[in-house]
DNA sequence: TGGCTGATGGTACAGGTGTTCGATCAGTTA
DNA sequence: TAACTGATCGAACACCTGTACCATCAGCCA
């Protein structure tokens, strides 16, 4: 959601605000934000902040300390009923007094981070071109985890990971594609989760 | 949730401070809190911070304004850093200064519902047994739409949704099962979505 | 009755904080 | 070249805010 609007300096201190916001729960006040970009005066903050709220990402009380609010809403209130188990066979869905879910408290860790696959060659576990994935930040992997890894010419693929002899073989989840094998590649994260909304 | 080892008087000062938090982004300061309840003095209002800290359920930084932070989580706040598309080539991940991505946000319409996938009858759609399928709800769903419909012997089920001459016709997608054909059916929801939480 | 806890009032102070005014400076546009 | 915008510095000010110290009072328990 990069705004065009915005120039990089304000998309920062943006994406700063909210960040504190979000992960700490109370904003930052204009000199807390001119530590953090090394802006040593208030008033080069104040000039930032000025245009965020005419552009209409936040909105102040003035006056008052911390007093930031972001326009846009802090999203994900409640979740969804879950309301049962579809099989093959018969289900009774109880709409009523239902359990709720909520998938981002499912992915709720901050070591996790979200790409979106494009291309088919993990169809066959199920992950279809255009879903998100969710993938847990780490360096090392099991044989056989699905994975985010970098080889050494620099491309980054989703694959299922297996070192072998000397080698790792990076195998697509598609009888169709041959398996990648490199000397040697990077783990950027393990597959913890799927995310898909178009249908 | 209300907690027997608090006072009514306490009681009332965390919720009003959770409510701050959630629904204007930023925290009362002690004398906001001061003057909802009718407290006068500052120090009034620090002996219930005192005790609420104490009791473990905010956390405070001292000296700072409006620095509460709640113990509990605000629950589904933030979303994932959404790092880029992967491919089956080359990509740049992007982790500096990244978007954000919140699922609980992109099925936020209170019209939906969730349920658990027994089963590997809709495979071949990249629905897989155990993931969670987002519906909407609605009575009616274009041809070939997967939807939940319940069929006459009430049995409830996750297929193609094929309306033929005098019959309905739910088309697993698995081409090692049989369509079930039925007189006629109910919809219940149309898929809209689809989470994974297990690999 | 004495001691304890919870809840407040009052006052005072130091440092945090938002804001303003004036000025510089690089890069872009007319 | 002149005008403008974005970004920033520096200093100053008034008010906000957290905190500390001291005191009161009702209710409960021993």
């Known amino acids: 959601m990069t705004r065009t609007e ?10 700063f605000i909210r960040d504190k916001i979000l992960n700490r729960g109370y904003g930052p006040t204009v000199r807390e934000i001119g ?32 007093a930031i609010e972001l326009t846009e809403g802090l999203g994900g209130t409640g979740g969804l009923p879950y309301v049962g188990v579809i099989a093959a066979g018969a289900t009774t869905l109880s709409f009523e007094q239902s359990d ?13 981070f979200v790409l979106r696959v494009a291309g088919d060659s993990m169809i066959e576990a199920q992950i279809a071109d255009g879903d998100y994935v969710v ?28 070192p072998e002899n000397g080698r790792i073989r990076l195998q697509p989840a598609n009888s169709s594609m041959q398996p990648i094998y490199v000397p040697h590649a ?11 909304n178009r249908f």
Not at 49 to 56: D, H
Not at 136 to 144: C, F, P, S, Y
Not at 145 to 158: C, F, H, S
């Open 100 to 112: 709720r879910i909520d998938f981002s408290e499912m992915f709720a860790r901050d070591d996790m």
């Open 6 to 15: 915005l120039t990089q300096r304000q998309q920062d201190v943006y994406t």
């Open 135 to 162: 993938l847990k930040q780490q360096k090392t992997a099991h044989v056989g985890q699905i994975v985010v890894a970098r080889t050494p010419d620099d491309e980054t693929t989703l694959k299922y990971w297996h």
């Open 35 to 66: 530590e953090q970009f090394s802006i040593k005066s208030p008033n080069g903050v104040m000039c930032h902040l000025r245009a965020l709220e005419k552009k209409g990402l936040i909105t102040r009380c003035p006056n008052k300390s911390r």
């Open 186 to 196: 990077e783990v950027l994260g393990v597959l913890v989760g799927l995310v898909r």
